[in-house]
């Protein structure tokens, strides 16, 4: 006879029997429906609100959530013994090569790559987990974005000229000088008007800009030693002339 047990949540579920299918569906629906993003695994709110209005754990709404991100689907995975795959040794360091050059790349770009073979994304997923020519696991996670230009030859020379250059100083007596641009929201601006009763309120300007003001600072090791604030943008010149 089959064991039943109850979470925190008063809620009675058997061990090891995956979440009803309708409840999956729920829970995917409920996120997307609040803004969740399958492609990048973004949710509205924590997985712990989730598993208080659902009554399930926070791990159990993770792992749908993340499966539904990866696989596009909600069904539990098929137990059993392993299967031959359609991937050779090719197709396999082809897969490594997209995740490394462009490691946000989706599963069904992946298959556009692969036209030759009808696989699945579910298959391509595994792979990319486990089976991959470097022997690395690669794991789903948040994105770091890096601007390209910053690793040309000229700008690592640069910035290894700068460093020779710092470190032969004295460093109490290293100034660091910097500007910011600053934008002020609703300045000078009518933030109400009159429109039918139940429409918006529009109205269509040239151009939309807020002023904006700039920011000079020198700092030291023992913090900013001078500040300015001017209207308006700067460029070069007015910079190298607030001292």
């Given at each position: 006879?089959?064991?039943?047990?109850?979470?925190?949540?008063?809620?009675?579920?058997?061990?090891?029997?995956?979440?009803?299918?309708?409840?999956?569906?729920?829970i995917v629906d409920?996120?997307?429906?609040?803004?969740?993003?399958?492609?990048?695994?973004?949710?509205?709110?924590?997985?712990?609100?989730?598993?208080?209005?659902f009554c399930v754990?926070?791990?159990?709404?993770?792992?749908?959530?993340?499966?539904?991100?990866?696989?596009?689907?909600?069904?539990?995975?098929?137990?059993?013994?392993?299967?031959?795959?359609?991937?050779?040794?090719?197709?396999?360091?082809?897969?490594?090569?997209?995740?490394?050059?462009?490691?946000?790349?989706?599963?069904?770009?992946?298959?556009?790559?692969?036209?030759?073979?009808?696989?699945?994304?579910?298959?391509?997923?595994?792979?990319?987990?486990?089976?991959?020519?470097?022997?690395?696991?690669?794991?789903?996670?948040?994105?770091?974005?890096?601007?390209?230009?910053?690793?040309?030859?000229?700008?690592?020379?640069?910035?290894?000229?700068?460093?020779?250059?710092?470190?032969?100083?004295?460093?109490?007596r290293l100034k660091?000088?910097?500007?910011?641009?600053?934008?002020?929201?609703?300045?000078?601006?009518?933030?109400?008007?009159?429109?039918?009763?139940?429409?918006?309120?529009?109205?269509?300007?040239?151009?939309?800009?807020?002023?904006?003001?700039?920011?000079?600072?020198?700092?030291?090791?023992?913090?900013?030693?001078?500040?300015?604030?001017?209207?308006?943008?700067?460029?070069?010149?007015?910079?190298?002339?607030?001292?």
């Amino acid at each position: 006879m089959e064991t039943k047990q109850v979470n925190k949540f008063g809620r009675s579920y058997s061990q090891g029997v995956a979440l009803d299918q309708d409840l999956k569906c729920l829970i995917v629906d409920s996120i997307i429906k609040e803004g969740g993003d399958r492609a990048t695994g973004y949710i509205p709110c924590t997985f712990a609100k989730l598993s208080r209005r659902f009554c399930v754990s926070s791990k159990a709404i993770k792992s749908v959530w993340h499966r539904f991100c990866e696989e596009m689907t909600t069904t539990p995975k098929k137990k059993g013994g392993m299967t031959h795959s359609k991937l050779e040794e090719g197709d396999l360091e082809l897969i490594e090569v997209l995740k490394v050059h462009s490691p946000s790349i989706s599963l069904s770009e992946i298959i556009q790559e692969l036209p030759a073979l009808e696989i699945s994304m579910s298959a391509i997923s595994r792979a990319i987990r486990n089976r991959l020519p470097s022997g690395e696991q690669y794991t789903r996670k948040k994105l770091t974005r890096l601007a390209r230009e910053r690793f040309t030859p000229e700008n690592m020379f640069y910035t290894q000229l700068f460093i020779n250059y710092l470190s032969s100083k004295d460093p109490y007596r290293l100034k660091f000088f910097d500007e910011a641009g600053i934008k002020i929201p609703c300045v000078g601006t009518r933030t109400y008007g009159h429109s039918a009763k139940g429409t918006r309120s529009v109205e269509v300007v040239r151009k939309h800009e807020s002023p904006n003001k700039t920011l000079n600072m020198l700092v030291s090791l023992d913090g900013p030693v001078y500040h300015n604030i001017v209207n308006g943008g700067t460029n070069t010149a007015p910079f190298s002339y607030v001292f």
